[in-house]
């Protein structure tokens, strides 16, 4: 008789086939992320490329409105310092302003008008002492000598600070390097836009006719209310600058006449003040699509062969 052994079959149990399947949502998943990955890496370079190709138009815009401000035959506020393109979304937007409505700190510096630094740094809410001190460091920085001043800091102290070939003993190039000065950092964290007080291009005083009320009531010695009153006639009855019925002084002696400042005051405050100067800023925003990009000539005598001074270029948000 035959005797018949079964045989043993294999089969899959519902275990594997469970593990097959989920190495296989696995896979897919890996795919997929691989997938989505490349994806946004190729948007990631299609928005780089755009932003840049964007960004040299809205240069080239900006360069635009520089061209036009630049121009003497354009005066400030003149309509056509704003352009915009539609069809290409394109525009621009140009300012014309006074760079003596800034106080030059190199000027009053080497003027050794510390006094109304003083008067300014405290205005700001700066201990008189750390006024004191700060102005003397900044004397320091650029005087030629490496004696200090009363409250100064020359090269010593800032060896000591591991700072070594400074300060530089010359008149500052820009006022980036005024942060570099003992006392700055305080200073700025009074007041985080203490730029918008200073040049070193203008001539040397302030422009009466240019300058915002804070600056003329330091500069004169004046009450802020005075000087707003003074800012309100050039403005004329728009209360807009640089409009038909602004109301310029032609002299000196007619603007302290208006502020009230007496022939005493005027032996300190002649030299501090003008109401004319022939160096210019020039702001030019230039946009394409969503990006902006800014110019910022500073240039001297625009109305007859024009220097150039400072060009600086921006990103902006």
């Not at 043993?8 to 296989?24: D, E, F, K, Y």
């Not at 964290?189 to 200073?198: A, G, K, M, T």
């Not at 203008?202 to 915002?212: H, M, Q, R, Y």
């Amino acid at each position: 008789m035959d005797i018949h052994t079964p045989q043993n079959h294999t089969r899959p149990t519902r275990c594997s086939s469970g593990s097959a399947l989920v190495a296989v949502f696995w896979i897919m998943a890996v795919l997929a992320l691989a997938v989505f990955a490349a994806v946004r890496v190729v948007y990631y370079d299609s928005d780089v490329a755009a932003s840049q190709l964007n960004g040299f138009e809205a240069l080239q815009v900006a360069e635009r409105g520089i061209a036009v401000a630049v121009n003497p035959a354009v005066e400030k506020g003149d309509p056509i310092l704003d352009w915009y393109d539609e069809e290409q979304d394109i525009s621009f937007s140009a300012r014309i302003t006074s760079e003596a409505a800034r106080f030059n700190i190199n000027v009053l510096l080497m003027r050794q008008d510390k006094q109304l630094l003083t008067d300014i740094f405290t205005d700001w809410g700066m201990d008189l002492q750390d006024a004191q001190a700060l102005i003397d460091n900044l004397t320091d920085w650029i005087d030629e000598g490496d004696l200090a001043e009363l409250n100064g800091a020359e090269v010593d102290w800032y060896e000591d600070q591991g700072r070594p070939n400074h300060p530089f003993n010359r008149p500052f190039y820009n006022l980036d390097e005024m942060r570099l000065v003992k006392g700055m950092d305080q200073l700025e964290s009074l007041q985080p836009n203490w730029r918008n007080w200073f040049t070193i291009w203008s001539n040397g005083k302030l422009d009466l006719n240019e300058a915002p009320a804070e600056l003329i009531s330091s500069a004169v010695e004046v009450s802020i209310d005075d000087a707003e009153d003074f800012v309100d006639h050039i403005l004329g009855p728009d209360l807009e600058r640089d409009t038909e019925d602004d109301q310029k002084f032609q002299t000196l002696d007619e603007a302290l006449v208006m502020l009230g400042v007496s022939e005493f005051q005027q032996q300190t405050v002649n030299p501090r003040v003008t109401v004319s100067d022939t160096t210019t800023r020039i702001v030019s925003d230039g946009r394409a699509g969503t990006v902006k990009r800014r110019i910022t000539l500073i240039i001297r005598s625009r109305t007859a062969q024009p220097a150039i001074l400072e060009r600086k270029e921006e990103i902006l948000p």
